[in-house]
Nanobody, 125 residues
Framework: QVQLVESGGGLVQAGGSLRLSCTTS????????MGWFRQAPGKEREFVSG????????SYADSAKGRFTISVDSAKNTVYLQMNSLEPDDTAVYYC??????????????????WGQGTQVTVSS
């Protein structure tokens, strides 16, 4: 059974940084393309960043470009999202997700088969 467990959320002031982690169990992370999504209150879930199974393809939402960095540590079966220069608009529940291996990083949430429980990120102004 595949499980994704996120950690690293919290409360931070605008301009600060957080690093989110998501560890897979049940199958090695190299079995998947990984994605980070977020959902703010009253808004739809949106794509933040994604990485292909071999790291060859990486994608960022426009809102994340230049501020967020996605990376994978295969030895730890963990994907990270380093978030710098955080803004109040980044406040949301952040979810990691996994889908079958592909050379393409998809931004639509529906193809992702496995989801973590979410971790809250709150950025104060």
């Amino acid at each position: 059974q595949v499980q994704l467990v996120e950690s690293g959320g919290g409360l931070v002031q605008a301009g600060g940084s957080l690093r989110l982690s998501c560890t897979t169990s049940g199958r090695t992370i190299s079995s998947f393309n990984m994605g980070w999504f977020r959902q703010a209150p009253g808004k739809e879930r949106e794509f933040v960043s994604g990485i292909s199974w071999n790291g060859a393809s990486i994608s960022y939402a426009d809102s994340a470009k230049g501020r967020f960095t996605i990376s994978v540590d295969s030895a730890k079966n963990t994907v990270y999202l380093q978030m710098n220069s955080l803004e109040p608009d980044d406040t949301a529940v952040y979810y990691c997700a996994a889908r079958s291996r592909s050379s393409i990083v998809l931004r639509d949430s529906s193809p992702y088969d496995y989801w973590g429980q979410g971790t809250q990120v709150t950025v104060s102004s």
